[in-house]
């Protein structure tokens, strides 16, 4: 079999490099390939299932608005409780990627009524929260499902945020965005080290990639639109110098990979990109979708590109409609930053080209 | 290792105890953008954003109707600009991307010439014949640049053209006539971009789109069909819905791709859905069995595509 010999070959070249003391259990990694050959997920179908999980639980809960269970609070908990470890627990014995859907419709819903039925028992919101954040934290260490690991990693960003709305203290959104800059930065750059940590960590890797990534862009949305939420602008550079410093601490990296060792061409780059950070600096969404547009490249993260810059083309423009100037200042300011770009394209093509040539 | 991938690297690691600073080595030699990636990136995001920046700079400043401004200065401005960056595009000899993407600003430009013209000769901004005029101007250069972002221009531009017909002159169509024709223009467009293209993937995901955008006004449309049955003489558009649905099954057959089928097949589980509320009222037991019907025929699709996948992989 052709994918047999080219785990072998794979492994005898690690070994070649790595000395005796490598050791590997052949049997477990041949039953993982074996399972992800019959199990294999392509985004259209990991979406589809994302779909229908969503479909089936918005029925489910014209349902339970329609009949009385939705009145009683105790049995809204008790369902939501068989629900979240039915879901968890039919993965863990069927590891099959055809029950995502059932499993997905039924962890949301069972999640949905816990938290009903708990914020109609105690009327403390934030004892609420803190059992929506427990229920997420819970399923993340008890379960394999790429799907279920995904969804509690968004329950968990999403307890945060309606603990800082649910309190009213909207400006404690920078602290999220913060939190969030600090863990996506350190996940996509340290991807060798959390996936050699343990198996645990290493199957947690990708969904918790792409689930950061997705809570961080609510963060950065709820910023993006003014009046959408109420946000004094003492704050916004929190949030700013966060992203800034996750951009910043990137570009040698960055550089690194472009092989520009000159410390002229250094400088001019770091001027241009503070320039290019102040030009920016009235909004971390712009800011923080560079981040992710560069992290993903920087990983070679495809699904992570394509968000980040439908999301940046979003925030550009969204930060531009609102921008309180005339329409002369902001020609200027659009204008001026075109050519910024324009002059960092003929730079990279003139430096870069001739580097290769040499 | 010529050909590992990050599932390998994730699958051996987890596996055995290779070391974190090999699994980094090879992470950064086989699986990360390289000096290469990043420079063609990188220039294609800073030409990109700049030729996007700059655009939009010059259309606030017109927009801002600047009335010292003599209006020969201002027509004969644009229009400069457009002839030059059009024989740049015609004569450099830069990349076919970098042209392509200025080819795509001097695009909207033309958009700013006729709105310029518009404000100066008050011959209305909104107007759909604004649109119809930038459409057609810019056709030529859409089919000679073959370009995804320009045919995605070309098809905006060519739906507000039809959204704006509809609502400014077309005062007796029927409630769907719109619908019905803005999946045929969305269609002509994908069938003609499927042929142009010949399979490059530049197009990959504007097809996409396209084909999301095609299929959600056609299920948007039978489903109003199947809850208002006065509606019903909009037979045309259930046809051209089931034809169409029969041509997407045999283009993903042929190119194998499973995402066509994905989003039919979720289009007819919503209209199936939509059929049985319709039938039986929503009723609480109705809503209960809904739930239950679209976690198994969704199942039901996903195991189908996992074995067209499967032997499409094998092949």
Do not use: C
Not at chain 2, 5 to 27: A, G, K, M, P
């Amino acid at each position: 079999m052709n994918k047999l010999d080219k785990i072998n070959r794979l492994l005898q070249k690690i070994k070649a490099k790595e000395g005796d003391s490598f050791t590997y259990n052949e049997e477990t990694i041949l039953a993982e390939y074996k399972h992800n050959d019959d199990n294999k997920s392509t985004t259209t179908i990991k979406i589809l299932s994302v779909l229908g999980g969503i479909l089936a639980t918005l029925a489910f809960v014209g349902f339970l608005f329609l009949t009385r269970i939705f009145r009683s609070e105790v049995s809204m908990l008790v369902l939501g409780i068989v629900f979240v470890i039915a879901a968890i627990w039919v993965n863990k014995i069927y590891d099959k990627l055809i029950i995502d859907t059932a499993s997905i419709a039924l962890y949301i819903v069972g999640f949905l009524m816990i938290i009903f039925g708990i914020a109609e028992i105690t009327d403390s919101k934030n004892f609420t929260v803190l059992v929506g954040l427990v229920i997420a934290l819970v399923s993340l260490f008890s379960t394999q499902s790429y799907m279920l690991l995904f969804i509690s990693v968004l329950a968990l960003s999403g307890s945060l945020l309606s603990f800082i709305w649910l309190n009213e203290k909207p400006n404690a959104i920078h602290l999220y965005i913060v939190f969030q800059t600090l863990l996506l930065t350190i996940i996509f750059l340290n991807e060798a080290k959390i996936i050699t940590f343990n198996k645990k960590f290493s199957r947690l890797y990708k969904p918790l990639r792409i689930g950061i990534m997705i809570s961080f862009l609510v963060g950065l949305i709820a910023t993006s639109k003014r009046g959408m939420i109420e946000l004094s602008d003492n704050f916004f550079w929190i949030s700013v110098i966060a992203i800034s410093i996750g951009i910043l601490y990137l570009i040698p990296k960055i550089l690194g990979k472009l092989a520009i060792v000159e410390t002229n061409s250094k400088i001019m780059i770091y001027v241009l990109i503070l320039l290019l950070l102040g030009f920016s600096s009235g909004s971390p969404a712009i800011l923080g979708g560079i981040l992710i547009v560069l992290l993903s490249f920087y990983v070679n993260f495809r699904i992570g590109l394509v968000i980040g810059v439908a999301s940046l083309i979003y925030f550009v423009s969204q930060y531009y409609y609102d921008l309180s100037f005339t329409l002369l200042t902001k020609s200027i300011l659009l204008f001026g930053s075109g050519m910024l770009f324009i002059i960092l394209y003929l730079f990279i093509n003139k430096k870069l080209v001739t580097d290769d040539e040499v | 290792m010529e050909n590992i991938n990050n599932n390998d690297i994730h699958i051996i690691s987890r596996h055995s105890n290779w070391s974190t600073t090999s699994v980094d080595d090879v992470l950064h030699s086989k699986i990360y953008s390289k000096k290469a990636d990043w420079t063609h990136f990188l220039k294609l995001l800073f030409i990109s954003l700049g030729v996007a920046f700059t655009t939009a700079g010059i259309i606030f400043f017109f927009a801002y109707n600047w009335n010292d401004l003599h209006k020969f200065i201002k027509l004969g401005l644009i229009g400069s600009l457009i002839i030059g960056l059009t024989l740049f595009v015609a004569f450099s000899k830069n990349s076919q991307t970098i042209k392509n993407v200025i080819l795509t600003g001097v695009t909207m430009l033309v958009g700013v010439l006729f709105a310029v013209f518009g404000q100066i000769y008050q011959t209305g901004a909104n107007a759909y014949d604004f649109f119809l005029g930038w459409t057609m101007a810019v056709a030529l250069w859409v089919f000679i640049s073959n370009f995804s972002a320009m045919w995605l221009v070309f098809m905006v531009l060519a739906n507000i053209t039809l959204v704006l017909y509809e609502k400014q002159v077309a005062h007796d169509w029927s409630p769907l006539t719109l619908l019905l024709l803005l999946i045929l223009l969305n269609t002509v467009f994908l069938i003609g971009n499927f042929i142009l293209s010949k399979k490059d993937k530049q197009y990959v995901w504007l097809q996409k789109i396209v084909a999301i955008a095609i299929v959600t006004l056609a299920t948007f449309g039978v489903v109003v069909i199947i809850f208002d049955v006065d509606l019903a003489y909009n037979w045309p558009l259930l046809l051209v819905t089931i034809v169409l649905y029969i041509i997407g099954r045999f283009y993903a057959f042929n190119t194998k791709d499973t995402f066509y089928i994905a989003i039919i097949a979720l289009s007819i589980i919503v209209i199936l859905v939509a059929l049985f509320l319709k039938v039986f009222d929503f009723d609480s037991g109705v809503l209960l069995l809904a739930s239950l019907l679209v976690i198994a025929f969704v199942t039901v699709v996903v195991k189908y595509l996992m074995k067209l996948q499967k032997n499409w992989d094998n092949e």
